[in-house]
């Protein structure tokens, strides 16, 4: 072992530096962490390393060389000069290590790693040790950084939308219009509150279902191997590495052979190869082999807790808020573009006090901008989350439930996920050797496993549940070769009873078979018989086994001989098929893509009533030298792959060529699995599904981790998802069609309709001398036009709530038409809100339009309150038609926008009919059934009125869908399979699309 004078490699120098010391400057020392694992393997490969250094030494180098991400693609390490420093200069703070006085109050073994030098393979703590070491350590977990609540209240103060309230308020505070400037800052105040409260409901959910996905590690305590939280582990604990799952924390490799993809962590493609002294680091992923390895460092002191940064937050709103703010910057553009020229006209045109105006526009901007529509967004995907909490499914990346929505291929993995994944052993065991039995073959595969250690995966479970271990233990175990899916077989190798060794192993009986010294000559008969088990859906696992000529692990192997075939069934799971139905009829294509066997495959297809066009990955392309899918993939082989209803025999790279040839050719795929080999795939399709039960690996990978059982929680996933959607759709439309109907009424009204010309034009002085001269343009009250910007925000917040029927094919933003349809929905809504301003104003005319219809002329008071009405009633129900494609009553809304929306019409219609007669902004205004004036009708034609228009409203936006779908406008039927039926019948057509 190495001693206090060891010495370690810290940096390289120039060969040409004539002058190159043994011991390099304290300011040179950094450079010691920044040697790659490359770098190191061709280092340690060298000659001249090797003469230089001791094993220890060079083990030394491998634990404190840390990864960079970058490869070294010119290494010559014969011409390098290796600097060399004592171990006694070593900076403190390169290592935690336990303090002096807790060595001596409770004696540590000495494979805990406080020093390299003090380092030996760790032979597992008890309980007692592990305790005094995670009280010094601290729990193996990076502090994940959260926001404050206090801090995420601020937030909501200072986002676009805010700003443009205290620029308002500002310039409120400016002009000295207190009772405005108070009530910006209510409206401010309250927004920011209901945001925060969404945005900490959101927030608090997914961390709920993040903490249900703690990575546990199989670990030695007390000398018995059991699986504990990754968390608990500690500086001097023995692991387990297993292909599959992920390294928990910085580890040295004991001993054996295991690959490692690193990919987190330096950016490689390819998996790294570690033996006997290397350190998998926290972070990155087994992909090949099983291992005992020694924990080094844990949580913040390991490679990954130095460099690591959070990349994915509970906020990320992903492309969902760009269009959003797409929408949001456009109508604020349009809003402040209309306000600017009022205020210009105002000033220049009605020789309006520039105060007067100023708070006018100031107002109108704040109303017609929109304000709430983060506090929407938030609440909208809030309310999903929660939903897919409540299903348990656990979404890493927000963004991925919009995917979703547009998801229309889905891949799915067969074994537990198509399947209970509950391997049930059968009876039928055909055997190939003389004096085998069902008994004997399922002995030899339960010697091809640990039978001492917990089950690594559902073959396991099965055998060793069905074995009598005690019969194993007579049996010693001397080396193992764990499953790996490129080769799909187990092995261990064994010294018998009588002292002779074997080899047993167990796996795909293709595989199997193919080991035999006799394969030729058994090959038709066990072909014949699996294949007539494969057509009964009963699944087959070869076992086969060989005697060594001497009395080691590297002894000649004699031969090996096929003992028999276990016979076991994974039956479908009871929901499967009619979750499959139900993913067709939204439009969701699903494919089977399982590494069984092709007559299995097909047997359970047709139980599941899927297609039974499964085929066999071998006639797909193989990868290019750089790992790269071939670039023409889609073209040639994408049309292959659509028509195929699932693949069989496929290996990991298969799965991801299918994923990769689907996404080239259009479709939107979403890949289910739980294992390794599903990794690459999952990662690379649009929505990556992590299925229960997967390894650490499969949700690393994924955006969606599914903690139920089956495929059904992954369609109920789809249908939120599209319920999410649809719910911002009705949102957009809405909004949109309530900016544009406020701003413009109020442009065109103070252009078109001056009050002062109408009092004039109908002599109002003559007819009613106490009547007040009417203003030179009309505006509503700071107040009134507040009250309906809280009360319209109010009720959208209900949207995230609301009852939608989800899309029956998947969804996609449609801008051009969304636009278009609140377009004409603002437009019906302003023009019926001029047209009762322009007859209220002219109702003084003997021969107007009230006049014609009896109704008394309206004080300018009341007209005020008149069109406060309309326009407050008006903008509510155009959000129930707003939400649906068919008239508004073909669907109903959720029970809090229904009480909602019927809570503020009740408030607007009760303020204006109420009203006290009071001065506000130097506008005298009453309410309409006060009883200031003889006439208290008013409100109910008001109410008819707006009753009215809503029905032509929604008349109108029906036939808008109609004539956007018949003429296939904006592409809105593209994706979709219209028939000719269909395209006589828009309502089809629109009953389809929704």
């Known amino acids: 072992m190495a001693g206090k004078?060891?010495?370690?490699?810290?940096?390289?120098?120039?060969?040409?530096?004539?002058?190159?010391?043994?011991?390099?400057?304290?300011?040179?020392?950094?450079?010691r962490s920044s040697i790659s694992l490359d770098t190191r393997r061709s280092l340690d490969r060298s000659r001249s390393f090797?003469?230089?250094?001791?094993?220890?030494?060079?083990?030394?180098?491998?634990?404190r060389a840390s990864i960079d991400g970058r490869r070294s693609t010119d290494v010559r390490p014969s011409l390098e000069v290796l600097a060399l420093r004592p171990r006694a200069q070593l900076d403190e703070h390169a290592r935690p290590s336990l303090d002096r006085s807790t060595r001596k109050e409770f004696p540590l073994p000495r494979h805990v790693p406080l020093e390299d030098d003090d380092f030996v393979p760790s032979e597992g703590l008890t309980s007692e040790q592990h305790a005094v070491l995670l009280m010094q350590y601290g729990r193996n977990e990076l502090a994940e950084k959260s926001t404050p609540k206090w801090l995420m209240f601020l937030q909501q103060l200072y986002g676009p939308m805010p700003i443009m309230i205290w620029i308002s308020i500002i310039i409120e505070a400016a002009i000295q219009n207190v009772p405005d400037m108070a009530i910006l800052l209510a409206i401010q105040f309250i927004n920011a509150g209901i945001g925060f409260y969404e945005s900490a409901k959101?927030?608090?959910?997914?961390?709920?279902?993040?903490?249900?996905?703690?990575?546990?590690?199989?670990c030695k305590r007390d000398g018995v191997w059991q699986v504990v939280d990754a968390g608990t582990l500690v500086p001097g604990d023995l692991v387990q590495l297993n292909a599959g799952f992920a390294v928990p924390a910085d580890c040295i490799v004991n001993e054996g052979r295991i690959e490692v993809d690193q990919a987190a962590l330096t950016g490689e493609s390819l998996p790294v190869t570690m033996v006997k002294g290397d350190s998998p680091k926290m972070g990155s992923n087994v992909t090949r082999g099983e291992v005992e390895a020694s924990v080094q460092f844990t949580g913040k002191n390991t490679f990954f807790g130095r460099t690591a940064q959070m990349i994915q937050g509970v906020n990320e709103l992903g492309n969902l808020q760009k269009v959003l703010l797409k929408i949001m910057s456009a109508l604020t553009v349009v809003s402040v573009v209309?306000?600017?020229?009022?205020?210009?006209?105002?000033?220049?045109?009605?020789?309006?006090?520039?105060?007067?105006a100023l708070n006018f526009v100031v107002v109108l901007l704040v109303a017609s901008i929109p304000i709430a529509i983060e506090i929407v967004t938030t609440t909208t995907l809030a309310v999903g989350a929660r939903k897919l909490a409540a299903m348990k499914a656990i979404v890493t990346r927000l963004v991925s439930i919009?995917?979703?929505?547009?998801?229309?291929?889905?891949?799915?993995?067969?074994?537990g996920t198509l399947t209970l994944n509950k391997m049930v052993i059968q009876e039928e065991c055909p055997c190939a050797l003389i004096g085998q039995d069902m008994h004997s073959v399922l002995q030899h595969a339960g010697l091809a496993a640990k039978w001492n250690e917990p089950p690594k995966d559902a073959l396991d479970t099965m055998i060793l549940g069905s074995v009598d271990r005690a019969a194993l233990d007579s049996y010693v175990q001397i080396d193992y070769m764990p499953f790996d899916a490129t080769i799909k077989r187990t092995e261990g190798t064994l010294r018998c009873p009588d002292g002779r060794v074997m080899k047993v192993s167990k796996g795909a009986p293709?595989?199997?078979?193919?080991?035999?010294?006799?394969?030729?000559e058994i090959r038709a008969s066990v072909e014949a018989t699996i294949l007539d088990l494969g057509k009964r859906g009963v699944r087959c696992l070869g076992v086969a086994r060989t005697f060594l000529t001497g009395t080691d692990k590297d002894s000649q192997v004699l031969g090996w001989e096929l003992l028999g075939v276990l016979t076991f069934l994974d039956p479908p799971r009871p929901d499967t098929k009619r979750t499959i139905e139900r993913a067709n009829e939204y439009g969701v294509q699903v494919k089977m893509i399982t590494g069984d066997h092709q007559v299995i495959a097909i047997e359970t297809a047709r139980s599941l009533g899927m297609g039974t066009n499964i085929k066999e990955a071998d006639g797909l392309p193989e990868m290019d030298a750089d790992g790269k899918p071939p670039k023409d993939l889609g073209d040639n082989f994408g049309p292959d792959i659509e028509a195929a209803d699932g693949f069989a025999h496929v290996y990991p790279e298969h799965k991801f060529l299918i994923v990769e040839a689907l996404r080239q050719r259009g479709w939107k795929v979403g890949m289910t699995g739980d294992g390794v080999n599903d990794a690459p795939a999952l990662k690379r399709a649009d929505v990556g599904i992590a299925v229960s039960g997967a390894t650490d690996a499969a949700r690393a990978a994924s955006d969606i981790v599914i903690t139920a059982p089956g495929l059904s929680v992954v369609v109920e996933a789809i249908i939120i998802a599209r319920c999410i959607f649809q719910r911002a759709k009705n949102f957009i439309n809405y909004r949109v069609a309530a900016t544009l109907q406020l701003l413009l009424f109020f442009f065109i009204t103070v252009f078109v309709f001056p009050p002062d010309y109408y009092y004039n034009k109908n002599d109002v002085a003559s007819q009613s001398p106490d009547e007040e001269r009417w203003p030179v343009f009309f505006q509503l009250p700071v107040l009134l036009l507040m009250l309906i910007t809280l009360l319209n925000d109010g009720t959208l917040i209900t949207i995230g709530y609301d009852?939608?029927?989800?899309?029956?094919?998947?969804?996609?933003?449609?801008?051009?038409?969304?636009?278009?349809?609140?377009?004409?929905?603002?437009?019906?809504?302003?023009?019926?809100?001029?047209?009762?301003?322009?007859?209220?104003?002219?109702?003084?005319?003997?021969?107007?339009?009230?006049?014609?219809?009896?109704l008394p002329p309206v004080p300018y008071s009341q007209i005020v309150m008149i069109i406060y009405m309309k326009v407050s009633v008006s903008d509510f129900l155009t959000l129930f038609s707003a939400r649906t494609k068919s008239f508004f009553f073909t669907e109903r809304p959720g029970n809090l926008l229904l009480a909602g929306g019927m809570i503020a019409l009740s408030l607007s219609t009760l303020l204006g009919c109420v009203w006290p007669a009071s001065t506000i902004d130097h506008i005298f205004v009453v309410g309409l059934a006060s009883g200031h004036y003889p006439y208290r009708l008013w409100a109910l034609w008001v109410w008819l009125y707006c009753l009215l228009v809503w029905m032509v409203q929604d008349l109108v936006k029906v036939g808008t869908y109609r004539v956007i779908y018949r003429f296939h406008l904006f592409g809105a039927q593209e994706g979709s399979t219209i028939t000719k039926e269909e395209l006589d019948n828009e309502e089809l057509i629109m009953q389809k699309q929704v």
């Open 5 to 31: 004078n060891s010495v370690e490699l810290v940096g390289l120098l120039s060969p040409e530096d004539p002058n190159a010391p043994s011991e390099l400057p304290r300011a040179l020392w950094p450079l």
């Open 202 to 218: 959101a927030g608090d959910a997914v961390a709920a279902l993040k903490a249900s996905l703690k990575p546990s590690a199989t």
């Open 510 to 520: 293709n595989v199997i078979l193919n080991l035999c010294h006799n394969r030729e």
């Open 803 to 854: 009852t939608v029927q989800p899309s029956k094919g998947p969804e996609k933003w449609n801008l051009p038409m969304l636009t278009t349809v609140s377009i004409i929905l603002a437009a019906v809504a302003c023009f019926s809100s001029l047209l009762l301003v322009w007859a209220a104003l002219d109702s003084w005319n003997p021969h107007g339009l009230f006049a014609g219809l009896g």
């Open 338 to 356: 209309l306000c600017l020229i009022t205020l210009v006209y105002l000033i220049a045109g009605k020789s309006v006090h520039i105060v007067e």
């Open 50 to 63: 090797e003469r230089g250094l001791s094993f220890e030494g060079r083990r030394s180098i491998d634990q």
């Open 402 to 415: 919009e995917e979703m929505a547009g998801m229309d291929m889905l891949c799915s993995d067969k074994t």
